[in-house]
């Protein structure tokens, strides 16, 4: 019995140092910063914004810089 008990013991060190460790890696990757306006780290920039599509599905998009009322034809 007093096998077990050791075995036992070494198993749940070895869990909990498992568990420790992947804790610890985990919390190293994790950002705790507030929000900013600041480009997150390792980007060259952010995309423009762009007004969002006010059409109904199945609507055609209109084209960009062409004539006033003009809509893209699918061929």
């Known amino acids: 019995m007093e096998r077990h008990r050791i075995q036992l013991g070494v198993f749940a060190f ?3 140092t498992v568990i420790v460790i992947a804790f610890a890696v985990t919390m190293e990757k994790v950002i705790l ?3 900013s306006n600041d480009a997150p780290p390792y980007t060259t920039g952010l995309a423009r914004p762009h007004q969002p599509l006010d059409r109904a599905p199945g609507e055609p998009l209109a084209t960009v810089g062409g004539p006033a009322g ?3 034809q699918r061929p």
């Open 14 to 16: 070895a869990v909990f």
């Open 70 to 72: 003009a809509t893209r």
């Open 33 to 35: 910063q507030s929000a």
